[in-house]
Protein backbone atom coordinates (compact mmCIF):
# COMPACT_ATOMS: atom_id res chain seq x y z
CA UNK A 1 0.00 0.00 0.00
CA UNK A 2 1.46 3.58 -0.83
CA UNK A 3 0.43 4.88 2.94
CA UNK A 4 -0.37 8.56 3.48
CA UNK A 5 -0.13 7.90 7.29
CA UNK A 6 3.83 7.58 6.99
CA UNK A 7 4.19 10.38 4.45
CA UNK A 8 6.06 13.06 5.96
CA UNK A 9 4.33 16.84 6.04
CA UNK A 10 5.83 20.30 6.57
CA UNK A 11 4.44 23.12 7.90
CA UNK A 12 6.48 26.19 7.95
CA UNK A 13 9.76 24.85 8.36
CA UNK A 14 9.42 21.95 10.18
CA UNK A 15 8.76 18.11 8.38
CA UNK A 16 7.10 15.56 10.48
CA UNK A 17 8.29 12.36 9.33
CA UNK A 18 5.24 10.93 9.72
CA UNK A 19 1.31 11.91 10.03
CA UNK A 20 1.39 9.99 13.66
CA UNK A 21 1.07 12.27 16.79
CA UNK A 22 1.07 11.29 20.34
CA UNK A 23 -1.74 12.77 22.22
CA UNK A 24 -1.17 15.09 25.21
CA UNK A 25 -1.89 13.70 28.21
CA UNK A 26 -0.90 14.42 32.06
CA UNK A 27 0.61 11.97 33.98
CA UNK A 28 0.76 14.08 37.02
CA UNK A 29 4.38 12.75 37.85
CA UNK A 30 6.21 15.81 38.05
CA UNK A 31 9.35 15.82 40.42
CA UNK A 32 7.59 17.76 42.88
CA UNK A 33 5.13 20.45 43.20
CA UNK A 34 7.10 23.02 41.56
CA UNK A 35 6.23 21.21 37.89
CA UNK A 36 9.72 20.52 37.53
CA UNK A 37 10.66 17.38 34.63
CA UNK A 38 11.11 13.79 36.25
CA UNK A 39 13.12 11.13 35.18
CA UNK A 40 9.76 9.35 33.89
CA UNK A 41 9.10 11.87 31.78
CA UNK A 42 12.25 11.23 30.17
CA UNK A 43 11.91 7.66 29.63
CA UNK A 44 8.23 7.98 28.88
CA UNK A 45 8.37 10.63 26.17
CA UNK A 46 11.52 8.95 24.73
CA UNK A 47 10.59 5.86 24.40
CA UNK A 48 7.58 6.88 22.28
CA UNK A 49 9.84 8.89 19.58
CA UNK A 50 11.92 5.41 19.88
CA UNK A 51 8.79 4.17 18.64
CA UNK A 52 8.13 6.11 15.52
CA UNK A 53 5.99 8.65 16.52
CA UNK A 54 6.38 11.79 13.87
CA UNK A 55 5.49 14.19 16.74
CA UNK A 56 5.02 13.64 20.77
CA UNK A 57 3.23 16.67 22.37
CA UNK A 58 3.67 16.68 25.93
CA UNK A 59 1.09 16.83 28.52
CA UNK A 60 -0.87 19.88 29.45
CA UNK A 61 2.31 22.04 30.39
CA UNK A 62 0.41 24.74 33.65
CA UNK A 63 1.93 28.92 32.35
CA UNK A 64 1.02 29.82 35.61
CA UNK A 65 0.87 27.69 38.97
CA UNK A 66 -2.78 28.21 39.86
CA UNK A 67 -3.94 26.70 36.56
CA UNK A 68 -2.79 23.17 37.41
CA UNK A 69 -4.97 20.26 37.31
CA UNK A 70 -3.00 18.98 40.03
CA UNK A 71 -0.37 19.85 42.14
CA UNK A 72 2.01 17.31 39.94
CA UNK A 73 1.38 18.62 36.54
CA UNK A 74 4.77 20.11 34.30
CA UNK A 75 5.16 23.59 35.00
CA UNK A 76 6.48 26.35 32.45
CA UNK A 77 5.59 28.95 34.56
CA UNK A 78 9.46 29.93 35.35
CA UNK A 79 12.77 30.10 33.82
CA UNK A 80 13.56 26.76 36.77
CA UNK A 81 11.75 25.12 34.46
CA UNK A 82 13.62 25.52 31.18
CA UNK A 83 16.07 22.23 31.61
CA UNK A 84 14.04 19.58 32.50
CA UNK A 85 11.72 20.14 29.53
CA UNK A 86 15.45 20.71 27.23
CA UNK A 87 16.49 17.12 28.33
CA UNK A 88 12.92 16.01 27.47
CA UNK A 89 13.32 17.53 24.23
CA UNK A 90 17.31 15.63 23.44
CA UNK A 91 15.28 12.35 23.97
CA UNK A 92 12.73 12.93 21.57
CA UNK A 93 14.99 14.50 18.99
CA UNK A 94 17.46 11.48 19.15
CA UNK A 95 15.00 9.78 17.20
CA UNK A 96 14.06 12.12 14.05
CA UNK A 97 10.26 13.03 16.25
CA UNK A 98 9.49 16.77 16.38
CA UNK A 99 8.28 17.64 19.87
CA UNK A 100 5.34 19.91 21.18
CA UNK A 101 4.03 21.26 24.50
CA UNK A 102 0.66 22.09 25.57
CA UNK A 103 0.16 25.16 27.31
CA UNK A 104 -2.31 25.36 29.62
CA UNK A 105 -4.52 26.93 32.13
CA UNK A 106 -6.81 24.87 33.75
CA UNK A 107 -9.07 27.52 35.02
CA UNK A 108 -12.09 26.92 37.40
CA UNK A 109 -10.90 23.18 36.85
CA UNK A 110 -7.42 23.72 38.80
CA UNK A 111 -6.98 21.63 42.13
CA UNK A 112 -4.55 23.79 43.58
CA UNK A 113 -4.14 25.27 47.29
CA UNK A 114 -5.74 29.31 47.15
CA UNK A 115 -7.87 30.80 44.89
CA UNK A 116 -8.58 29.63 41.49
CA UNK A 117 -10.03 31.68 38.28
CA UNK A 118 -12.60 31.78 35.59
CA UNK A 119 -14.54 33.83 32.88
CA UNK A 120 -17.43 33.91 35.93
CA UNK A 121 -17.97 32.52 39.29
CA UNK A 122 -19.73 29.35 38.36
CA UNK A 123 -18.21 26.07 39.51
CA UNK A 124 -17.54 23.06 37.58
CA UNK A 125 -19.33 20.74 40.22
CA UNK A 126 -19.90 20.60 43.70
CA UNK A 127 -16.45 18.53 44.04
CA UNK A 128 -14.49 21.68 42.64
CA UNK A 129 -14.19 25.13 44.44
CA UNK A 130 -15.67 28.14 43.36
CA UNK A 131 -13.49 30.60 41.12
CA UNK A 132 -13.35 34.11 40.95
CA UNK A 133 -14.14 36.18 38.07
CA UNK A 134 -10.89 36.88 36.37
CA UNK A 135 -10.22 40.79 36.47
CA UNK A 136 -8.50 42.60 33.61
CA UNK A 137 -5.58 42.88 35.07
CA UNK A 138 -5.49 39.01 35.72
CA UNK A 139 -6.69 38.38 32.32
CA UNK A 140 -3.53 40.24 30.72
CA UNK A 141 -1.27 38.79 33.83
CA UNK A 142 -2.81 35.30 32.31
CA UNK A 143 -2.45 36.24 28.67
CA UNK A 144 1.74 37.65 29.56
CA UNK A 145 1.97 34.04 31.54
CA UNK A 146 1.27 32.19 27.91
CA UNK A 147 3.79 34.52 26.26
CA UNK A 148 6.29 33.55 28.39
CA UNK A 149 5.07 30.29 28.48
CA UNK A 150 6.36 30.48 24.89
CA UNK A 151 9.38 32.11 24.76
CA UNK A 152 10.78 29.16 27.75
CA UNK A 153 9.08 26.83 24.95
CA UNK A 154 11.60 27.71 22.04
CA UNK A 155 14.19 28.10 24.58
CA UNK A 156 14.07 24.70 25.78
CA UNK A 157 14.02 23.45 21.71
CA UNK A 158 10.34 22.69 21.58
CA UNK A 159 9.54 22.46 17.41
CA UNK A 160 5.65 22.53 17.77
CA UNK A 161 3.28 24.73 20.49
CA UNK A 162 0.01 23.59 21.05
CA UNK A 163 -2.44 26.27 22.71
CA UNK A 164 -4.90 23.74 25.57
CA UNK A 165 -8.28 25.49 24.08
CA UNK A 166 -10.24 22.48 25.27
CA UNK A 167 -11.67 20.24 27.91
CA UNK A 168 -12.96 23.05 29.68
CA UNK A 169 -10.26 24.50 30.73
CA UNK A 170 -9.86 28.37 31.14
CA UNK A 171 -9.43 28.97 27.44
CA UNK A 172 -12.97 26.85 26.41
CA UNK A 173 -14.40 28.40 29.82
CA UNK A 174 -14.23 31.82 27.43
CA UNK A 175 -15.31 30.22 24.49
CA UNK A 176 -18.06 28.32 25.47
CA UNK A 177 -21.62 30.70 26.36
CA UNK A 178 -22.31 27.78 29.29
CA UNK A 179 -19.49 29.07 31.34
CA UNK A 180 -18.65 32.46 30.06
CA UNK A 181 -21.50 35.10 31.39
CA UNK A 182 -19.32 38.16 31.88
CA UNK A 183 -20.70 41.48 30.18
CA UNK A 184 -17.31 42.95 29.24
CA UNK A 185 -15.71 42.61 26.06
CA UNK A 186 -14.55 39.30 26.49
CA UNK A 187 -18.04 37.74 26.62
CA UNK A 188 -21.43 37.94 25.52
CA UNK A 189 -21.34 37.89 21.71
CA UNK A 190 -18.83 34.80 20.12
CA UNK A 191 -16.56 37.47 18.79
CA UNK A 192 -16.19 38.80 22.20
CA UNK A 193 -15.74 35.31 23.69
CA UNK A 194 -13.30 34.26 21.33
CA UNK A 195 -11.26 37.79 22.08
CA UNK A 196 -9.20 35.97 25.37
CA UNK A 197 -8.17 33.24 23.20
CA UNK A 198 -7.69 36.17 20.10
CA UNK A 199 -5.06 37.97 22.85
CA UNK A 200 -3.59 34.71 23.86
CA UNK A 201 -2.47 33.53 20.31
CA UNK A 202 -1.19 37.53 19.42
CA UNK A 203 0.77 37.34 22.75
CA UNK A 204 2.12 33.83 21.93
CA UNK A 205 3.10 35.19 17.93
CA UNK A 206 5.37 37.71 19.41
CA UNK A 207 7.84 34.62 21.07
CA UNK A 208 7.16 32.02 18.56
CA UNK A 209 7.02 31.36 14.72
CA UNK A 210 6.87 28.20 14.86
CA UNK A 211 4.19 25.60 13.87
CA UNK A 212 1.05 26.27 16.01
CA UNK A 213 -2.18 24.31 16.71
CA UNK A 214 -4.99 25.02 19.16
CA UNK A 215 -6.98 22.08 20.74
CA UNK A 216 -10.49 22.26 20.99
CA UNK A 217 -13.55 20.98 22.30
CA UNK A 218 -15.39 20.37 18.84
CA UNK A 219 -18.66 19.50 20.82
CA UNK A 220 -19.95 20.43 24.28
CA UNK A 221 -22.73 18.44 23.96
CA UNK A 222 -25.20 20.70 25.25
CA UNK A 223 -27.80 22.66 23.25
CA UNK A 224 -26.93 25.51 24.63
CA UNK A 225 -23.44 24.75 24.04
CA UNK A 226 -21.21 26.28 20.84
CA UNK A 227 -22.63 24.51 17.62
CA UNK A 228 -20.01 23.88 15.00
CA UNK A 229 -21.36 27.14 13.02
CA UNK A 230 -19.39 28.62 16.44
CA UNK A 231 -16.71 26.43 15.98
CA UNK A 232 -16.20 27.16 12.40
CA UNK A 233 -16.09 31.08 13.10
CA UNK A 234 -13.41 30.50 15.67
CA UNK A 235 -11.65 28.07 13.17
CA UNK A 236 -11.32 30.70 10.93
CA UNK A 237 -10.60 33.63 13.26
CA UNK A 238 -7.45 31.14 14.09
CA UNK A 239 -6.54 30.97 10.36
CA UNK A 240 -6.72 34.51 9.90
CA UNK A 241 -4.45 34.76 12.86
CA UNK A 242 -1.81 31.90 11.26
CA UNK A 243 -2.63 29.19 13.25
CA UNK A 244 -1.31 25.82 11.45
CA UNK A 245 -3.80 23.58 12.54
CA UNK A 246 -6.57 22.86 14.71
CA UNK A 247 -6.92 19.25 16.95
CA UNK A 248 -10.54 18.84 17.31
CA UNK A 249 -11.23 16.90 20.42
CA UNK A 250 -14.79 17.12 22.52
CA UNK A 251 -16.39 17.52 25.94
CA UNK A 252 -15.59 18.22 29.40
CA UNK A 253 -16.99 21.99 29.51
CA UNK A 254 -19.73 20.86 31.65
CA UNK A 255 -20.31 17.42 33.32
CA UNK A 256 -22.22 15.93 30.56
CA UNK A 257 -21.91 12.13 29.34
CA UNK A 258 -20.28 11.89 26.05
CA UNK A 259 -21.39 9.06 24.08
CA UNK A 260 -17.96 7.05 22.76
CA UNK A 261 -16.91 4.78 19.91
CA UNK A 262 -14.23 4.31 17.74
CA UNK A 263 -12.93 7.44 15.79
CA UNK A 264 -15.86 9.57 17.86
CA UNK A 265 -15.01 13.25 17.18
CA UNK A 266 -13.11 12.77 13.87
CA UNK A 267 -16.20 14.18 11.89
CA UNK A 268 -15.24 17.46 13.79
CA UNK A 269 -12.01 17.46 12.42
CA UNK A 270 -13.47 16.87 9.22
CA UNK A 271 -16.15 19.00 9.19
CA UNK A 272 -13.62 22.43 10.06
CA UNK A 273 -11.11 21.21 7.44
CA UNK A 274 -13.97 21.60 4.61
CA UNK A 275 -15.32 24.77 6.35
CA UNK A 276 -12.22 26.46 7.28
CA UNK A 277 -9.78 25.13 5.32
CA UNK A 278 -7.44 24.77 7.93
CA UNK A 279 -5.32 21.78 8.99
CA UNK A 280 -6.88 19.80 11.43
CA UNK A 281 -5.98 16.95 13.80
CA UNK A 282 -8.09 13.78 14.33
CA UNK A 283 -8.52 12.30 17.95
CA UNK A 284 -10.23 10.00 19.86
CA UNK A 285 -10.46 6.49 19.80
CA UNK A 286 -8.22 5.82 17.06
CA UNK A 287 -6.50 2.43 17.98
CA UNK A 288 -5.82 0.66 14.78
CA UNK A 289 -3.46 1.51 11.34
CA UNK A 290 -6.13 0.92 8.84
CA UNK A 291 -8.53 3.63 10.80
CA UNK A 292 -5.42 6.08 10.95
CA UNK A 293 -4.36 5.65 7.27
CA UNK A 294 -8.39 5.60 6.07
CA UNK A 295 -8.43 9.41 7.95
CA UNK A 296 -5.53 11.01 6.07
CA UNK A 297 -6.10 9.19 3.00
CA UNK A 298 -9.36 10.61 2.79
CA UNK A 299 -8.20 14.05 3.93
CA UNK A 300 -10.77 13.69 6.51
CA UNK A 301 -7.50 15.02 8.53
CA UNK A 302 -3.92 15.74 8.50
CA UNK A 303 -2.56 14.52 11.77
CA UNK A 304 -3.69 11.69 13.47
CA UNK A 305 -3.26 12.11 17.08
CA UNK A 306 -2.81 8.66 19.54
CA UNK A 307 -3.80 8.46 23.44
CA UNK A 308 -4.30 5.64 25.22
CA UNK A 309 -3.40 3.11 22.60
CA UNK A 310 0.08 4.91 23.02
CA UNK A 311 0.03 4.30 26.59
CA UNK A 312 -0.68 0.70 25.74
CA UNK A 313 2.58 0.12 23.09
CA UNK A 314 5.34 2.81 22.60
CA UNK A 315 5.99 1.29 19.34
CA UNK A 316 2.21 1.93 18.31
CA UNK A 317 3.70 3.23 14.57
CA UNK A 318 5.58 -0.26 14.24
CA UNK A 319 2.55 -1.83 14.96
CA UNK A 320 0.42 0.10 12.88
CA UNK A 321 3.35 -0.17 9.60
CA UNK A 322 2.55 -3.85 10.08
CA UNK A 323 -0.76 -3.73 10.07
CA UNK A 324 -0.26 -2.05 6.65
CA UNK A 325 2.11 -4.13 5.69
CA UNK A 326 4.94 -1.74 4.83
CA UNK A 327 7.92 -1.44 6.67
CA UNK A 328 8.94 1.41 8.15
CA UNK A 329 12.77 2.56 9.97
CA UNK A 330 12.80 1.96 13.44
CA UNK A 331 15.52 3.44 16.05
CA UNK A 332 18.72 3.27 14.99
CA UNK A 333 20.02 0.59 17.73
CA UNK A 334 17.14 -1.51 17.26
CA UNK A 335 18.28 -2.21 13.74
CA UNK A 336 19.33 -5.47 13.63
CA UNK A 337 15.44 -6.77 15.69
CA UNK A 338 13.02 -3.93 14.06
CA UNK A 339 12.01 -5.54 10.93
C1 LIG B 1 -5.60 12.75 28.42
N1 LIG B 1 -6.03 13.72 27.51
C2 LIG B 1 -5.48 14.97 27.55
N2 LIG B 1 -5.82 15.90 26.61
C3 LIG B 1 -5.20 17.09 26.56
O1 LIG B 1 -5.52 17.90 25.69
N3 LIG B 1 -4.22 17.40 27.48
C4 LIG B 1 -3.85 16.54 28.47
O2 LIG B 1 -2.92 16.83 29.24
C5 LIG B 1 -4.54 15.30 28.55
N4 LIG B 1 -4.25 14.40 29.54
C6 LIG B 1 -4.70 13.10 29.45
C7 LIG B 1 -4.23 12.13 30.33
C8 LIG B 1 -4.61 10.80 30.18
C9 LIG B 1 -4.06 9.76 31.11
C10 LIG B 1 -5.51 10.44 29.13
C11 LIG B 1 -5.94 9.01 28.93
C12 LIG B 1 -6.01 11.41 28.30
C13 LIG B 1 -6.87 13.34 26.36
C14 LIG B 1 -6.03 12.68 25.26
O3 LIG B 1 -5.08 13.59 24.72
C15 LIG B 1 -6.93 12.19 24.10
O4 LIG B 1 -7.55 13.30 23.52
C16 LIG B 1 -8.00 11.21 24.58
O5 LIG B 1 -7.43 10.24 25.44
C17 LIG B 1 -8.70 10.51 23.43
O6 LIG B 1 -7.77 9.83 22.61
P1 LIG B 1 -7.50 8.23 22.77
O7 LIG B 1 -6.92 8.00 24.11
O8 LIG B 1 -8.84 7.56 22.63
O9 LIG B 1 -6.56 7.91 21.65
Keep these: MDSQLFSSL ?111 PIAFSEKYQTPQEMTREELNRTIRAFQEGARRAREANFDVIEIHGAHGYLINQFLSPLTNKR ?42 GNTMEDFVYFALEMKKQGVDLIDCSSGAVIPARIPVYPGYQIRYAE ?26 QNRRADLVFIGRAFLRNPYWPKQAADELEISIDGPEPYRRGWN
Design 10 to 120: TIKDTTFKNRIVMSPMCMYSAESEDGHVHPFHLAHYESRAAGQAGLIIIEATAVLPEGRISSRDLGIWSDDHIDGLKKVNEGIHRHGAKSGIQLAHAGRKADVEGAIFAPS
Design 183 to 224: TDEYGGSRENRYQFLREIIEAVKQEWSGPLFVRISANEYDEN
Design 271 to 296: EIKQKAGIRTGAVGLITSGLQAEEII
